[in-house]
């Protein structure tokens, strides 16, 4: 019979503890509180809160004011304009170190830069921040592969309320311009200076020879340096008008560089700027379509509570299907019911590309039914959608036609004053086996209302290199407490790329509802572990691992995790402490032992040396009276006394004397006894030296260990399973008492326990009274 261990069901089981790891982990913060200690941040927010839903923006609107005027009176006060030391284009750019520009992992494929950096003042002729307000037709996408968030603020940017919002406060004189960003459940500030990339460097440094009257490189900054057609990424249409090259510069600001944008869904950008919630329908899934056009119809209304995009498929590769560019995203921004030519009713969508314009290859808007050109056009028509045929991007389409054509739609829900927002953070250990989990979010319900429910983890793009090996798809249920029935469940979508959050919308009754979470991990293995990235950039690129391992501090503080780092200094510090009570034991141990041994030496000599000296007195007392019976025996009459008794006391009072002077012999006198307390003080001093360097060698210890991790081989882990999700939940209704909680696995098992106690009780008084 095989041995215990090569059971097929103990190897079995021996396979599978890697993907069940005992102890989780995750690193919660790069960085060790120490390292915080020294400065003042209070940019992380509370773990869970309930508060109106425009309560955050105030706070980061008044928060982003007080920085805009600290700044312009410290301009003022020194008469220059201001320079954005935390995101300096101009440094960044001519020294090469481009972190404004790139992400934290860099390859060597990477290309393409900025011709120059200059100053709006020396850009533009006449600039001004907007040119008869915000629009759509405004945009055009430059360089940097942000269409889906263009798009995203295509769909808002007719909503004065809503540009309002995010463009809070500027100087232009000074050069400093403030905006809020929602951010992880939070609206957080962002402040940048007037600096932007152009395509063109200036004449002197393009090597383009002698230009003694200057004329040459007036004529250079004229034709290549002047107006929005000189700017690197996006600009406005107009020539002078720059909020749109500024606020793409904030956005890129708040993530950390430009790179950060490359690539996105058009939600997620509606979200960060109007503190929505978003959510990706498949066209060919949208189960009522009178629905569908009755929110459709808000996307241009000023207190409209959606917000529409469209994506024409995602995938591997790049092509066009009837003129829409596939893997791109564009904008809705309006729907209209009209009467066609011959009468009948037609749902039509105005539609905006970001591009602006058409591709070189004449693609980009649609080349169907009701595109520029086409026959179902009439002058009345044209006139009463105000609309002209030319390359600007805008096109129309029918309801049908959108849905035929592109893949997805980007719906975006959102929120004024009138709705209450509660939210709770929660870091979770997730196994390998997909299940809905033991921890579960409690909502309290006190008014019957609609509620808008989502599940969400940290932006990633905030601090992407740093998210690690795995990936993390979300779902959850909704249960009634009351009647334990499913009324809600949101899932992910294998085929959408953007996968932060999951969402659903109910309307709940008064009661108590329970969230169940669902999450799957994916592992990527091709990609680094956090700490090496850390090692490996903390000394090749220090500033910019400084800039996103902060970001990733803050994001993963949310669930109010305690500092893993100070954790680990209390273990250390608590098993230096058992170490040290044990030495003490096994010290005070040993020392009984040998006090006991050195008793029973002693004791044991005493009785060898009583012996000795009995036998000797014994024998000298046989001598003795040996010799007296001789003289006896020459007397012939003599008295003889007994001695037996008299030699029996002479004995016994020899004995004593003996032990008392052996006693004697082992009292201390005073100075003895001060001498031995130095010693043992001494002593304690060498065990407390000894102790700091068995410390010093653990810490070596590990700094060897850490270097043998170096040239660990991964694949021997390939099946180590460890993943922790962080997740928030965020519940938005027009109930002001709405409260949420999170209850964790042993306190729901407490709470049944507790409620099957209690109608037991109930069952048994019950049964009394019968």
């Known amino acids: ?76 006060a020194t008469n220059t304009s201001f320079l954005d030391k935390e995101f300096e284009l101009e440094h960044d750019y001519y020294m090469k170190i481009d972190d404004c520009l790139r992400g934290l992992i860099r390859t060597e494929e990477q290309s393409g830069r900025p011709g120059g950096v200059h100053r709006v003042p020396w850009i533009y002729d006449n600039p001004r921040f907007n040119v008869d307000g915000f629009s759509g037709s405004d945009i055009a996408q430059g360089a940097l592969g942000d269409c889906w968030w263009l798009a995203g603020l295509g769909t808002i940017a007719h909503r004065k309320d809503l540009m309002d919002k995010v463009c809070v406060a500027r100087n232009e004189e000074c050069g400093v311009y403030g905006f809020v960003f929602f951010r992880d459940g939070e609206w957080v500030p962002t402040v940048i200076d007037d ?16 230009d003694a009257t200057g004329s040459k490189a007036r004529a250079w900054k004229k034709n290549r340096q002047t107006g929005s057609g000189a700017l690197y990424m996006a600009s406005c249409k107009d020539e002078n008008e720059t909020w749109l090259p ?85 904008s809705v921004i309006k729907a209209v019911e009209i009467e066609d030519a011959t009468g009948r009713k037609v749902k039509l969508l105005q539609i905006r590309n970001p591009w602006g314009q058409n591709a070189s290859t004449g693609l980009g808007e649609w080349h169907g039914p009701w595109s520029d050109g086409s026959k179902e056009w009439t002058p009345e028509t044209m006139k009463k959608l105000n609309h ?22 980007n719906r975006t829900r959102l929120f004024n004053d009138h709705w209450t927002v509660a939210q709770q953070w929660t870091s979770l250990p997730i196994s390998w086996i997909p299940g809905y989990l033991n921890t579960k979010f409690v909502i309290q319900v006190e008014k019957p209302g609609l509620a808008v429910i989502v599940l969400s983890k940290p932006d990633e793009r905030y601090y992407n290199g740093l998210e690690g090996q795995y990936r993390f798809f979300l779902e959850f249920m909704v249960r009634s407490d009351e009647s334990d029935k499913k009324i809600a469940e949101a899932t992910y979508n294998a085929y959408e790329g953007e996968n932060r959050s999951v969402s659903c919308e109910v309307y709940l009754e008064p009661g108590t509802y ?45 669930p109010g995790v305690k500092d893993e780092d100070e ?17 003490r034991k096994t010290e005070e141990e040993n020392s009984m032992q040998l006090e006991l041994i050195k008793l029973r030496s002693y004791i044991s000599a005493l009785h060898e040396e009583m012996e000795r000296r009995e036998k000797a007195k014994i024998e000298e007392q046989s001598k003795d009276k040996a010799s007296e019976n001789q003289k006896q025996r020459k007397k012939s009459r003599g008295k003889s006394k007994p001695a037996a008794e008299e030699n029996s006391k002479g004995q016994r009072g020899g004995q004593q004397a003996e032990v008392e002077e052996a006693a004697g012999e082992e009292e201390e006198t005073p100075e003895e006894e001060e001498n031995q307390e130095e010693e ?23 700094a060897e260990s850490d270097d043998d991790d170096d040239d660990y081989d991964d694949s021997k882990d390939k099946y180590l399973w460890n993943p922790v999700c962080v997740l928030g939940l965020r519940v938005y209704s027009e109930d002001d008492q709405i409260e949420i909680k999170l209850v964790e696995g042993d306190e729901q098992e407490e709470e049944e326990e507790e409620a099957e106690g209690e109608e037991g009780e109930a069952e048994g008084e019950e049964e009394e009274e019968e």
């Open 246 to 330: 500024l606020l793409e510069k904030a956005y890129a600001k708040a993530h950390g560089d430009y790179e950060a944008l490359e690539g996105g869904w058009i939600g997620a950008g509606v979200e960060d700027m109007t503190g929505g919630v978003s959510s990706v329908v498949l066209t060919s899934r949208v189960l009522r379509k009178d629905k569908l056009w009755y929110e459709l119809r808000q996307v241009d209304q000023d207190d409209g509570q959606f917000v529409y995009g469209l994506a024409a498929s995602f995938g591997v590769g790049t092509g066009e299907r009837n003129g829409l560019m596939l893997n791109h995203a564009y």
């Open 195 to 210: 600096n932007l990339y152009l395509s063109s460097g200036d004449w002197t440094k393009a090597g383009n020879g002698t």
């Open 1 to 76: 019979m095989a041995p215990r261990e090569h059971h097929p069901q103990a190897l079995m089981a021996r396979f599978w503890k890697k993907f069940h790891h005992r102890s989780p982990g995750k690193v919660t913060s790069i960085f060790p509180s120490s390292m915080y200690d020294a400065f003042h941040d209070d940019s992380v927010p509370a773990s869970a809160r309930v508060r109106n839903a425009a309560g955050s923006y105030d706070e980061a609107r008044a928060e982003c004011a007080a920085m805009v005027q600290e700044i312009v009176e410290h301009c003022e």
């Open 514 to 558: 329970s969230v169940i979470p669902k999450v799957l991990a994916k592992r990527c293995a091709w990609k680094y572990e956090l700490r090496d990235i850390v090692k490996s950039y903390a000394l090749n690129r220090p500033i910019k691992l400084q800039q996103k391992a902060r970001f990733y501090d803050t994001a993963h503080a949310k």
């Open 680 to 702: 043992e003080e001494q002593a304690e001093e060498e065990e407390e030296e000894e102790e700091e360097e068995e410390d010093d060698d653990d810490d070596d210890d590990d």
């Open 567 to 583: 954790e680990l200094q209390i273990k250390k510090w608590e098993e230096k402490q058992r170490r040290k009570e044990l030495k």
């Open 388 to 409: 002209e045929f030319g390359d600007d991007g805008v096109f129309w389409m029918t309801l049908e036609d959108v849905l035929h054509n592109f893949q997805w739609l």
